[in-house]
């Protein structure tokens, strides 16, 4: 115990001195150093260096969707590597694993989503996603087209063009310098949307981009109908569909792809984190075979975008296990379920604890929203924050949402979950939630 201390603490050293840390705060880090080290993952458990083991009910970022410690994944890229880590895709050049994952992705995605750009991640993917819009309409001879309407709230990444199409504005206030023709319109409001396309025109307007659900901006789920009439609209006036399923994808909602829940095809999706589950970086951008057939028609020369490990051999073979597991555990269905379970544990606690306030969920991506009693709204000081460090203290890793107005605890655990474990959130979060309470 002894030695594990002191290599925790040696390791905090050269954490603080080495390692800049993505999404935050420098002076904490520096001052106090990582509250986790993570050594081991098995199922929906971490084990961190000192030897505690908490439930990660956030799948790390929304992405560990078969859970930790999965030895097929493991096996998947070892075999890979040894025959083909990686090469290059560019000039044409392939690898099998990328042209099966492909063939799969066009296979399980719903409509006629057809064709694949592999990327390394979501902010990859939408900033991918931008150009290849903006270009299919210009090779059509709509060069004005060039305009992307977001959403307040959304969330779509953190390169310069998916920071521009977030609407969370603490994400815009750290530059100076934001991309230029991105909107933003009221989250769930179709009317704002048909009021900012006869502003701006629809002929200036490439594409309108949505979360299915909201992830990062608090979990926010999209009321009855709102997704049909966006369809619509978008349709009426030639405007092309993005639907980020960056987080969504891959079962996390109870189907396959949130947008099923709603009954509509965008024309683009966008899908990273569950496509492996995090055990190697990869995105991807899926265009319908429409557009596809225009860009190969249309187009001349070199296609001017990649990245260098757009279609990685190992990443492609491990997001087709992934998938494997996916389908053959029957987690999709899982999610679901146990979805159920998760929201009715939510208003269990609703019930018997008198700060909390609104709880949704749809299959397994929750929020549970923290309001002060006596006036049904926001605490002047967000409370969120320490339910998430009470929870962590017992054993539950969650994540909070503090801007735009929200206080909020969100929740997105492996699709692996049971209810056993399950109940086990639920009990760490009614504690956690209850020792706040009696501390405000």
């Not at 002191?6 to 990582?34: M, N, R, V």
């Not at 083991?53 to 560990?64: D, F, P, Q, R």
């Not at 075979?289 to 073979?317: D, K």
């Amino acid at each position: 115990m002894v030695q594990q201390v002191e290599l925790k603490d040696y390791l905090i050293d050269l954490d603080k001195k080495h390692f800049i840390h993505p999404t935050s705060s420098l002076k904490q880090q520096h001052e106090s150093g990582a509250p986790f080290i993570f050594t081991e993952g098995k199922g929906v458990y971490l084990t961190d260096i000192t030897g505690k083991k908490v439930l990660e009910g956030m799948s790390s970022l929304w992405n560990v969707n078969v859970g930790y410690g999965r030895k097929e994944l493991a096996e998947a890229a070892r075999d890979q590597m040894e025959k083909l880590a990686y090469t290059n895709s560019f000039s044409s050049m392939s690898n099998e694993p990328a042209i099966r994952l492909a063939a799969k992705i066009a296979e399980i995605t719903p409509g006629n989503l057809h064709a694949v750009f592999f990327t390394s991640g979501g902010s990859e993917a939408n900033d991918t996603a931008y150009k290849l819009v903006r270009y299919y309409w210009k090779l059509k001879g709509f060069t004005n087209k060039t305009k992307i309407i977001s959403r307040q709230k959304a969330y779509h990444g953190v390169n310069i063009g998916a920071t521009s199409a977030t609407g969370i504005s603490p994400f815009h206030q750290m530059t100076s310098s934001l991309a230029p023709d991105f909107l933003h319109v009221d989250a769930f409001s179709a009317e704002a949307l048909r009021e900012c396309i006869e502003k701006e025109g629809a002929e200036t307007i490439a594409a309108f981009i949505a979360e299915p659900v909201q992830g990062a901006g608090g979990v926010n789920i999209a009321p009855e109908g709102y997704f049909k009439e966006i369809r619509k609209i978008c349709d009426e006036h030639h405007i092309l569909f993005i639907a980020d399923e960056v987080i969504t994808g891959f079962g996390r909602t109870g189907k396959m792809f949130a947008c099923e829940h709603y009954d509509v095809v965008p024309d683009v999706m966008l899908v990273a984190k569950g496509i492996t589950s995090g055990y190697v970086p990869l995105g991807a951008v899926i265009i319908a075979e429409t557009i596809h057939r225009e860009l190969v028609e249309l187009s001349e020369g070199v296609l001017l975008h990649g990245y260098t490990y757009s279609g990685h051999a190992t990443a492609c073979a491990v997001g087709l296990k992934n998938i494997e597991i996916i389908e053959k555990e029957n987690l999709v269905e899982n999610a679901r379920l146990m979805g159920k379970e998760l929201l009715e544990g939510f208003f269990e606690i609703q019930r018997e604890v008198d700060i909390v306030g609104e709880v949704r969920a749809l299959g397994l991506i929750g929020a549970v929203e923290i309001v002060d009693p006596v006036t049904n709204n926001r605490f002047p000081t967000l409370v969120a924050p320490k339910v998430s460090a009470e929870a962590a203290k017992r054993g539950l890793i969650v994540r909070t949402v503090g801007f735009e107005g929200m206080d909020t605890v969100v929740f997105a655990p492996p699709l692996i979950i049971n209810k056993q474990e399950i109940r086990e959130l639920i009990e760490i979060l009614r504690e956690s939630l209850l020792a706040v309470q009696e501390s405000l």
